[in-house]
């Protein structure tokens, strides 16, 4: 584990100039199928519903940008209607209309998968298929797209998504786990929870809760003593095979520089120092040091033990003590 | 390497062995050979076959009458005799043939087979050889049993050349086409000995006998050999298949009988007896089934009845190096020095090179928790024969016991080398392979070993446990065993079962071998069922025990004992008196004290052993209670002079095991007699009592109707649920605060106070509450659900140590609840126990949180605050290591770098 946050880490400063830029709006859409059992579309409501809060009321998400398909009937009135396939279609034809050409395009899938003839969450009427997405997903030209699939039999859905700007995760490694997932759960918790983001830099990517999510899924298999039977997957470098284990040179790099938030969340930025030369100073200064540290942890195994620990711990005084001075400088 | 090698030999091994012994390949040999009666032989032949032995001696001896110059009648006549132990007929009988047909050979092999039988060696030897020299039909069977003799009496060189020697007369035969079915078994028996040395012989040697079983559907021998060389090839589900088709067409075959009591045996079965002793009322002289009893005696610890078979196996045949192995192991588990020297030292005249004799004692000693014993008995097996598989197997596994683990590595090693098809000893490499990785925890006194993704939680809960329970059981028993103790901490079941017997479906939680401890994980239980600390205690306490009486207890004795450590340790540690338990004791159907070991070793139905233990810790919390702890001292002390027999209660307590006994019973009547009145009739007749499951009671008619007798525990315990679950929480208390009158002891699963402590919640009364699960608690500390109840209802009346206390005793039943941990490092915070705030915010740590980097900075917290400063400065850069713009991280880091340097 210690390794991926690493690899976040360090990713952090190489693709910097890939990742979408500070201004960029997040447009969610939440699709929830059918649940076929009360405790089910209970269950899925709430995922839904705490990943609807979550984005507006944590992440600042603005309320136009978020659309919430219902599965059940009974909470169509609390979301903005049910989840058609044709409600689906709609909802990404008006967003593809309204995103920014830089915008983060967040879908999630919460319901119950399949594969008959090609993989599928079931919805009332036809179900919403990977190559109807495939196709819809086109008319997103220029803008960075997340699709997480938390549906059981969910892990086809990958190779039929996966491209170039696309981070796909899946609750399961292929379409023969069938069984119901909990993925879901943990996935909306993990933008609930303050320990999902590991990095502590106040900011949650989706790496971040990506890992959250699996990681817990694994304990709740284990703490109720069952077999694994979901194995999620990410996918962010298009080459259509997902990864369990995220990694510094293959998925997650991507994944690590997306959030839900629509830019930097963290108090002083360059950006927000531009007025204030000092504390562009600073800014900067904390920046480098961030990245230096960063550096030097990918030269551990290279260095003396003694030699690494004490840089490390130059360095990160001076960052503490750099970030106290912004802190001291800065409008909070 | 070794785990690819010899997959892919034991696969292939299981395969042809399933293939060859399988019903479907034994088609050619199913079809029952149908014989008419057309002469006196084939009449006798008939009978033989069907088992009816009399009626085929009296066949054959007619025949034999007939034409007493043919050695056919005789042949069968004398098989016959011997297949009821009738050795001495048989003997006079092939006798009386060679003086009227002196030129014939044909009968001196038989002769000679039952002349080994009566272990008449050098008699035998001269048979073997007149058949030899004679050609008799059957001379190639002399000279296997020849072959067989020169092993027995340690010639392995001689021995060895010969079974070499029919590899050709094999090859030859093949080609030829000219081997009887006989010489098939013989050729198959020579391979299946040579396989000693080249274990895929083994294959070879199975394949042999099925071709002579094809050859000669009635060669029931070749069978019985089949199936006693799958039996050795660990192949048991093979083997049984074999003997049962042999008793599917003669139920009363000796052999079968017996070989399918040793399948039995192989297989654990408890039914292990019945068949052995099924074959002596058939063949009363049937030296190998009074060698297996005996030794059957000897594991349940039953030394007259061990030594008695085995006395009578020698008077049958003073040459039986089995039952001589079994003797010497009473004598040297009953202590008798002189007489364990005299039977070895007839065991070694007989064969020098005898390594069964150790392989046995070494076996014995182990059983008896004898490991260093077992270590020394086994050097002595491959120190007489490097190719004595058995003996370095047994040598390797009883050095891992003692904790000797590199050394015993490399002698299951060459065991596996010489028999890959071992599967304890392929089960128990496979485990050290895992077992390396398992990262230590170091203890002053013990070195812990958790598999890795549970190492950092459980390390230093299991070491300070151990260290606590070292000093309690130190003081206690003024004996202080060797250190560092080993434990290993197994998550998977399997794997904990693998170490302590070498194959899965052990039932036990853990074992004590004295220096090494292993059990099982919390995580390898169901979370509420298993209590890892009481069953640490437990473990250790036998270290103490076997220390003290240099591992010669009982095991009744340490068992008893261990379960009553438990109880003393900590308030509701150690299994409570629960219903069956009391409803056995009072039916009768718990073992008298003086055979209570029987109860553990051979109980007499499955919950015997668990009443056992409850019956056997009763004895000593009465011999605590009337004789004080210093007898419990003196009796060990009287098992390490005296030995496992040695008769404490006389030599002790100063009264015969009867008269303890009788104090015993109305200790029981003191203690338990409410409740066992109180569980009604069924308790009393013994039948299944306890409480009925208040969610399916009869009806509610006849639960209120057998309420109204205020003596009844189940009824009122049964009403009080079935009011509550109605909501009717005020009519509900009296019938649960009877039931608690009537049984205060009762912590099963349906119990009155944690429904009295949701009462009070309720009611507002979270004292009363809190008392109720405080007393549950201390009944049974594995509930629990009941811990953290009170817990909250502790942290309600303002009660921080108390709350601390009961989520601290939760651990112990499931330690891998981060929210535990939190919870209880937060109440530890406000008690300012800056300790117990570190070994929580480790254990959190120990979890592998998402949140690395939080949990390592609030252990750099808790250090701070505790002082450590130099410890909190290397938590706290962990943390930002991983996650260097952790704000508050940096704060704690500028405090410390504030204090000064390093």
């Known amino acids: ?332 | 390497m070794r785990g690819a090698a010899v997959g892919s030999t034991l696969a292939l091994l299981a395969l042809g062995w399933a293939g060859l012994a399988s019903p479907a390949a034994l088609e050619a040999r199913e079809p029952a050979p149908v014989i008419q009666a057309r002469s006196g032989a084939d009449a006798a032949q008939v009978a033989f076959l069907a088992g009816q032995y009399d009626e085929a001696i009296s066949q054959y001896a007619a025949a034999a009458a007939r034409n007493p110059s043919s050695a056919a009648p005789l042949r069968g006549l004398i098989a016959a005799l011997r297949e009821v132990g009738r050795y001495d007929d048989a003997i006079a009988a092939a006798e009386r043939f060679n003086r009227a047909n002196p030129d014939s050979p044909e009968l001196w092999n038989s002769l000679g087979e039952v002349l080994r039988l009566r272990g008449r060696r050098t008699e035998a030897e001269a048979a073997f050889n007149r058949a030899i020299t004679g050609r008799a039909s059957d001379n190639l069977t002399a000279r296997l049993n020849l072959a067989l003799l020169r092993r027995d009496r340690g010639d392995l060189a001689e021995a060895r050349r010969t079974f070499d020697s029919f590899i050709d007369v094999y090859n030859n035969g093949v080609t030829t086409g000219r081997l009887s079915s006989s010489d098939l078994a013989a050729v198959a028996s020579a391979v299946r000995y040579l396989s000693v040395y080249n274990p895929q012989l083994a294959k070879d040697a199975v394949r042999a006998y099925q071709e002579a079983i094809a050859a000669d559907p009635t060669n029931i021998d070749a069978q019985v050999e089949l199936g006693q060389a799958l039996l050795e090839g660990y192949a048991g589900s093979e083997a049984r298949s074999t003997f049962e088709e042999i008793l599917a067409k003669n139920e009363r075959h000796p052999r079968a009988l017996l070989g399918m009591a040793q399948t039995l045996h192989f297989e654990s079965s408890p039914e292990v007896e019945e068949p052995a002793r099924r074959s002596l009322e058939i063949n009363p002289n049937l030296t190998p089934a009074r060698a297996f009893l005996a030794r059957l005696a000897l594991e349940r610890e039953d030394y007259e009845e061990a030594r008695r078979e085995a006395e009578r196996a020698l008077e049958i045949d003073s040459t039986s190096l089995d039952a001589l192995a079994v003797l010497a192991g009473v004598h040297y588990l009953q202590g008798n020095t002189a007489a364990f020297e005299e039977v070895s030292r007839r065991t070694r005249a007989l064969n020098p090179v005898a390594t069964g004799l150790y392989v046995t004692l070494a076996d014995l000693s182990a059983r008896s928790r004898q490991y260093d014993d077992a270590v020394r008995f086994a050097q002595q097996g491959v120190a007489l024969d490097s190719a004595a598989w058995r003996a370095w197997a047994h040598l390797g596994v009883n050095q891992l016991r003692l904790g000797e683990m590199a050394a015993g590595r490399r002698s299951l090693e060459t065991a596996f080398r010489g028999d890959p098809f071992d599967v304890w000893t392929k089960n128990t490499l496979d485990l050290l392979d895992d077992l390396d990785l398992y990262p230590e925890t170091a203890t002053a006194r013990f070195r812990i070993y958790a598999h890795e993704k549970e190492s950092a939680l459980l390390g230093p809960y299991v070491g300070e446990l151990a260290e606590q329970a070292y000093d309690a059981l130190a003081r206690r028993y003024g004996y202080r065993p060797a250190t560092p103790i080993r434990i290993e901490v197994f998550p998977n079941h399997a794997d904990f079962s693998v170490r302590t017997v070498g194959l899965v479906g052990l039932g036990a939680l853990g074992v004590s071998f004295g220096p090494v401890i292993a059990m099982d994980s919390p995580s390898a239980r169901e979370m509420g069922q298993f209590h890892w600390g009481s069953t640490l205690w437990h473990e250790l306490s036998h270290t103490f025990h076997l220390g003290m009486s240099d591992h010669r207890v009982p095991r009744w004795f340490t068992e008893g004992l261990a379960v009553h450590e438990e109880r003393r340790s900590h308030p509701g540690w150690g299994d409570d008196i629960a219903p069956d338990f009391l409803a056995a004791y009072s039916g009768g159907r718990l073992r008298n004290l003086r055979d209570l070991n029987e109860g553990f070793v051979r109980p007499a139905y499955p919950e015997q052993i668990g009443y056992s233990y409850q019956q056997a810790s009763l004895v000593f919390a009465l011999i605590e209670r009337d004789f004080g702890a210093q007898a419990i001292l003196d009796m060990l002390a009287l098992y390490r002079r005296e030995g496992p027999n040695a008769d404490v209660f006389r030599g002790v307590l100063d009264m015969d095991i009867d008269a303890f006994e009788r104090r015993f019973e109305q200790y029981m009547r003191e203690r338990f007699g409410r409740a066992m009145a109180a569980l009604g009739e069924g308790g009393a007749r013994g039948e299944r009592a306890g409480p009925p499951a208040p969610p399916q009671p009869p009806s509610r008619e006849e639960v209120a109707r057998r309420a109204r007798n205020a003596d009844d525990f189940a009824a009122q315990l049964a009403m009080g649920h079935l009011l509550f679950a109605e909501e009717r929480f005020d009519e509900a208390m009296p019938y649960l605060e009877r039931a608690k009158e009537l049984y205060p002891e009762y912590a099963g699963p349906q119990n009155p106070y944690r429904l009295l402590a949701r009462i009070h919640q309720r009611k507002g009364a979270p004292r009363a509450a809190a008392a109720e699960l405080r007393t549950l608690t201390r009944l049974a500390a594995r509930h629990y659900d009941a811990h953290i109840e009170l817990a909250d209802v502790l942290e309600t009346l303002g009660d921080t140590a108390g709350a601390a206390e009961a989520l601290d005793a939760a651990l112990y039943v499931n330690p891998f609840d981060a929210n535990v941990h939190n919870r209880l490092a937060a109440l530890y915070e406000s008690l300012e126990r800056w300790d117990g705030v570190i070994r929580e915010r480790m254990a959190v740590l120990g979890l592998d949180p998402v949140d690395r980097a939080g949990a390592l900075y609030r252990v750099a917290l808790a250090h701070f605050r505790a002082g450590h400063v130099q410890d909190a400065r290397s938590w706290v850069i962990r943390a930002l290591e991983i996650a260097p713009a952790f704000e508050e991280a940096q704060g704690l880091l500028l405090e410390i770098a504030g204090r000064g340097p390093r």
């Open chain 1, 1 to 332: 584990m210690r390794f991926v946050v690493r690899a976040a880490l360090v990713v952090a400063a190489a693709i910097a100039l890939t990742a979408p830029a500070a201004t960029a709006q997040t447009h969610m859409l939440v699709v929830v199928g059918l649940g076929g059992e009360a405790r089910h579309d209970d269950a899925f409501h709430e995922w839904a519903t705490s990943l609807v809060a979550s984005a507006k009321e944590r992440f600042n998400v603005p309320a136009a940008n978020i659309r919430y398909l219902a599965g059940s009937p009974k909470y169509a009135a609390e979301a903005q209607g049910r989840s058609t396939r044709e409600a689906v279609e709609r909802a990404l034809t008006e967003m593809a209309a309204r995103a920014e050409p830089d915008a983060v395009i967040f879908i999630v899938l919460i319901g119950h998968g399949g594969d008959v003839g090609e993989p599928r969450l079931n919805l009332t009427g036809p179900d919403l298929t990977a190559g109807d997405l495939a196709i819809w997903l086109t008319r997103f030209g220029t803008q960075t797209i997340a699709v997480v699939n938390t549906a059981s039999a969910s892990g086809e859905w990958l190779q039929a998504l996966s491209g170039e700007r696309r981070i796909i995760i899946t609750a399961t490694r292929s379409s023969s786990e069938r069984y119901e997932t909990v993925f879901g759960r943990y996935f909306a918790q993990a933008f609930t929870a303050d320990d999902a983001d590991t990095d502590k830099n106040s900011r949650l990517s989706l790496l971040e809760a990506f890992e959250y999510a699996r990681r817990e899924v694994v304990r709740t298999y284990e703490s109720d003593d069952k077999m694994l039977s979901e194995h999620a997957l990410i996918d962010d470098d298009g080459d259509k095979k997902g990864s369990v284990e995220p990694s510094s040179e293959g998925d997650g790099v991507v994944a690590a520089r997306i959030f839900l938030d629509h830019g930097p969340t963290r108090a002083f930025t360059l950006e927000g120092a531009a007025n204030d030369p000092a504390l562009a100073a600073l800014v900067t200064k904390r920046d480098s040091l961030e990245r230096e540290i960063a550096q030097l942890r990918t030269r551990r195994s290279s260095m003396e033990t003694a030699a690494y620990e004490q840089q490390l711990e130059r360095m990160l005084l001076e960052l503490a003590v750099t970030t106290r001075q912004i802190r001291e400088r800065g409008p909070r």
